[in-house]
């Protein structure tokens, strides 16, 4: 009993040492002034086009309102607002994700600064630790999602409304991996071994610096798929640049109405990139209930699709098994990835003198991380467009990183060992 009211003592003055340490409260404001960041920068453009509109409604007021139902999209959550014609709610459910880039980097910006380390307060009374890493990124989250969770309450009714349970869910998910990102630039990004918790099975096998080497190569990959997909998409919209020029005239009334839905495109050209990646490695993506766009085909498109440019781009219907004339084309965007990611590997493994089977686990975790990455982006530029025929649009996160993941491994083990072969025969 009394070692365990001591340890309960002990216990209770650690936490007094977290909740006064100035660690945590810094922390807690840069999350919270990362979020406010982000929403004022929205504002201020919503302000502005606010102003120069000459149908606006509402007052300064409903601008700020939309502008932190934007933020919170911006992060995947889903928003509705009200049909004028039939009284009805209209889900939202596509992220911008040029949008999404400024909090991000807002937040990743003030994590980088917030989340230094402190030599001199690193130690709290009596040699304990006041708070580490792993606790400060977590302040920083929960001073960021309680910001979150004010914008969700303050956008739950209104022309643009949000729903609080995707806030929820898809707030933290987003700004859990980039404060984590700026905590490790914080700390001089170390490249060190696997984390203790790793199983001993997987340190043993991984090279020392295999998983930031990993890391990267499945960002070099990340980006030469989508940067494939950006080469398409921008392809299809040369190809049908009447048809896209006719969309934007039937939109733009005024000149704010042109810059707003000028600003919209810009904002959905990574959108685009992430499609057309989607479309190029092979899953491709949803139009509508029952439609599909892949390289297998275009089928069952929607009636009426919305007249905006970026969709007057997509093919012409050609029925299930009517593949892309363009097919081999299609199909050098992953295999150019692959040996982008293979090439990057290999040359690592000569570097560092990384064995076959441990110059093949860091492919394996490289092709897993792209995976996953593109999964989560597809997730994100993925969602409902309107009820009905339009509640679906956008790639299936899961077979889009399924296919991410078979191509960079298909590709890149084998071309992996090969480089790595020719490099040391040379």
Avoid at 107 to 118: E, G, K, N
Avoid at 238 to 250: E, K, R
Avoid at 286 to 307: E, F, I, K, N
Avoid at 311 to 335: I, K, N
Wanted: proline content about 8%; some cysteine.
């Amino acid at each position: 009993m009394i070692q365990l009211l001591h340890r309960i003592r002990l216990l209770s003055r650690y936490d007094h040492a977290l909740r006064c340490s100035p660690k945590a409260i810094t922390a807690l404001l840069g999350g919270a002034i990362a979020a406010g960041l982000g929403i004022a920068a929205l504002a201020v453009l919503v302000l502005f086009l606010w102003t120069i509109s000459p149908y606006s409604g509402g007052g300064p007021g409903t601008a700020l309102h939309i502008a932190a139902a934007l933020w919170l999209l911006a992060h995947g959550a889903e928003l509705s607002r009200s049909d004028g014609l039939t009284g009805g709610t209209v889900p939202i459910g596509v992220t911008p994700l040029l949008l999404t880039a400024l909090p991000v980097w807002l937040l990743h910006r003030i994590a980088a600064q917030a989340l230094a380390p402190d030599d001199a307060a690193a130690e709290g009374p009596g040699g304990t630790p006041v708070l580490g890493p792993v606790a400060a990124t977590g302040c920083l989250v929960g001073g960021y999602l309680s910001v979150a969770m004010a914008a969700a309450l303050y956008t739950a009714d209104g022309p643009l409304r949000s729903a609080p349970l995707t806030a929820l869910l898809y707030v933290p998910l987003v700004a859990a991996p980039v404060a984590a990102g700026g905590a490790w630039t914080a700390y001089g990004r170390p490249t060190s071994a696997l984390p203790n918790w790793a199983p001993p099975q997987l340190t043993r096998l991984l090279p020392r610096s295999g998983p930031s080497v990993a890391l990267q190569a499945a960002a070099v990959g990340f980006g030469a798929v989508t940067a494939g997909g950006a080469l398409l998409g921008g392809g299809a919209l040369a190809w049908h640049a009447g048809a896209v020029g006719d969309d934007f005239h039937q939109l733009t009334g005024s000149l704010s109405g042109g810059f707003a839905v000028l600003l919209l495109i810009v904002a959905l050209v990574p959108n685009v990139a992430l499609w057309g990646a989607a479309y190029a490695l092979g899953p491709g993506f949803a139009l509508g209930v029952g439609g599909a766009v892949s390289p297998a085909g275009a089928y069952g498109y929607p009636r009426v699709l919305p007249h905006f440019p970026l969709l007057a781009a997509l093919p012409a219907p050609t029925g299930r098994g009517g593949g892309s004339p363009f097919l081999w084309l299609v199909l050098a965007v992953p295999v150019a990835a692959g040996a982008a990611l293979s090439w990057y590997v290999s040359r690592s493994a000569v570097r560092h003198g990384w064995s076959v089977p441990g110059t093949a686990a860091v492919v394996v975790l490289a092709a897993l991380c792209c995976g996953v990455a593109l999964a989560l982006a597809a997730v994100l530029v993925a969602g409902p467009m309107g009820t009905g025929t339009l509640s679906r649009f956008g790639p299936v996160g899961w077979r889009t990183g399924g296919a991410a993941l078979g191509w960079m491994l298909a590709v890149g083990l084998p071309g992996t060992l090969g480089a790595r072969w020719w490099l040391l025969r040379g």
